[in-house]
């Protein structure tokens, strides 16, 4: 059964929004080999809307390296409950919101790799709760905002357990956690 892995950057302080400002800078070799093999062990991405969105007005004009190639080329699955343009970066599926947890359930049951969720919020918070969720990839980078998207939501309450944790020499942190029953 194909894993779904929720990847996220967060502050120190658990703020998750706008991340290319903040995390760019400690993205040393060995947070970038981690990345890299990350991705190459998923052939799907799975992401809400507005992190596809975002994402698709850069990753089509990156390439020319394998780690864009990559990303560029495995199956994107988008939960929308609004319209979306999927041409923008494909290939792309939208699952509508409404029909979230069977569509992933199908998913998992399906032949391939890792699912990753690149971001954090209803998406995730639903999938754990519905066990769907194998894995939270927590990056904590050396960063206090004060302010902005908190890495949680009142909805992500459960148990967790600590599964691997993995220190970078920029001061990144990967905590590894697989939701747990309660």
């Known amino acids: 059964m194909r894993r779904i892995i929720a990847s996220t950057y967060a502050t120190l302080d658990g703020y998750i929004d706008n991340p290319h400002e903040w995390s760019l800078r400690f993205n040393d070799e060995g947070a970038q080999k981690y990345s890299f093999e990350l991705t190459l062990g998923a052939d799907a991405l799975l992401l809400g809307r507005v992190t596809y969105e975002g994402m698709a007005q850069a990753w089509p004009n990156m390439g020319g390296n394998p780690f864009a190639d990559h990303v560029n080329s495995v199956a994107k ?9 999927v041409a923008l970066w494909g290939p792309a599926t939208v699952v509508p919101g409404g029909e ?10 399906q032949d391939g790799a890792d699912i990753l969720i690149w971001g954090s919020g209803r998406l995730t918070d639903e999938l754990a709760a519905a066990g769907l969720l194998d894995e939270y990839r927590i990056w904590i980078y050396p960063v206090i905002k004060g302010h902005g998207q908190p890495l949680f939501r ?3 309450t459960g148990p967790v357990q600590l599964t691997a944790t993995v220190t970078f020499d920029s001061g990144v942190v990967v905590l590894t956690y697989r939701p747990s029953a309660s």
């Open 77 to 85: 699955y988008v939960v929308a409950s609004e319209p979306v343009d």
């Open 154 to 156: 009142p909805e992500s």
């Open 100 to 109: 979230l947890v069977e569509a992933v359930d199908r998913l998992k049951q």
